[in-house]
């Protein structure tokens, strides 16, 4: 079956009384080319990274279009798909491969070590998935912080001006807290971008590919990730006052003080603003800070 004919689509959307759905951010892929260069750049990296049982999770199977080509690749491929109306046909789509299993759940709510070691026992995994585009940034930090140790890599497809603000470095204006925090976790690389006339419906915005290598091990030396990630989102919680005045009006455990004197001993310009720290600086203060917390 042909999972990128618009055709087929719509019959089989038909057949099981459907229809793509704007709420769950639905735009399925019909240009063949987008779902094979995404499945291979997620082999790819993920056959250099990892040995054994190559295993990936697809967050949004839609009408299985990505899972079609991530089945002809990987091991297990095990996915996971909000609504309901779906599991029917997705059950038909990809009724030839037996090593698809399909999860009728909400993403967000799954308490992601439960399933990993479910689905996957102790196999490292990789994920792959176009994301719905409304809940993009939930769905990439439920995976960092839930998953540390166990995902080699997230190849995800995203609205671009997402993905320039994730693979920003702190020189560029597009650099925030979801770049410095994502930086913590792992390597993000650009990889294709993907015009609107690819979907069913067409998105009114641009898409990216882009994938995040996760660090095996922590390289950063963090005395305390609360104190960490707490120093982040305040350093961008007022972008337009400087690193101290914005870290002085949303941290309540430290004094103005003691942050000029922590920003200072970190070897920083006292008027320097939070989008200039990169990951490392912010590994830096946040150690510094975490003495004076910790008192
Ligand atoms: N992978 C398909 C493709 O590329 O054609 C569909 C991608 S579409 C952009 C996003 C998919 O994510 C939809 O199938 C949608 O129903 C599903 N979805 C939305 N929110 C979800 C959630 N919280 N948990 C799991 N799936 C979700």
């Known amino acids: 079956m042909n999972l990128c004919n618009v055709k087929t689509v719509k019959s089989l959307l ?23 260069d995404i499945a291979e750049e997620s082999i790819a990296y993920h056959s250099s990274a990892c040995s054994g049982r190559s295993c990936v999770l697809e967050i949004g199977p839609g009408v299985g279009a990505l899972a079609y080509e991530l089945c002809q690749r ?29 999860v009728n759940e909400d993403f967000l709510k799954l308490s992601l070590d439960d399933f990993l070691n479910e689905h996957f026992g102790n196999e490292r995994v990789s994920v792959c998935a176009n ?19 166990r995902i080699a890599s997230i190849t995800v497809m995203v609205q671009r001006e997402v993905a320039k603000r994730l693979c920003a470095t702190s020189k560029d204006s597009e650099y925030g807290a979801i770049t410095a925090s994502v930086n913590y976790y792992g390597r993000v690389t650009e990889l294709f971008d993907v015009m609107p006339e690819s979907f069913l419906p067409p998105p009114s915005v ?15 030396d963090v005395r305390d990730e609360k104190t960490l990630f707490d120093v982040i989102a305040g350093a961008f919680a007022q972008r337009r006052k400087t690193l101290l005045n914005s870290l002085s009006s ?3 455990w430290a004094t103005k003080q003691q942050i000029a004197e922590a920003i200072e001993g970190c070897g920083f310009d006292i008027g320097i603003r939070g989008e200039r720290l990169s ?15 910790a008192k």
Request: proline share 6%.
């Open 14 to 36: 038909a057949k099981y009384s459907t229809d793509t759905k704007k709420g769950f951010g639905q735009n399925f892929l019909i240009n063949p080319s987008v779902p094979f």
């Open 74 to 102: 990987y091991d297990k491929v095990v996915a996971v798909e909000i609504d309901r109306t779906l599991i029917p046909l997705l059950n038909e789509a990809m009724g030839e491969f037996d090593n698809f299993t399909l």
């Open 131 to 149: 994301l719905p585009y409304y809940i993009t940034t939930p769905i990439i930090m439920k995976l960092l912080e839930e998953a540390k140790g």
């Open 206 to 220: 641009v898409s990216t590919v882009i994938r995040i290598e996760l660090f095996d091990s922590c390289p950063y």
């Open 250 to 252: 949303s941290i309540g």
């Open 279 to 293: 990951i490392d600086d912010f590994c830096a203060l946040a150690n510094s800070l975490y003495e004076v917390r």
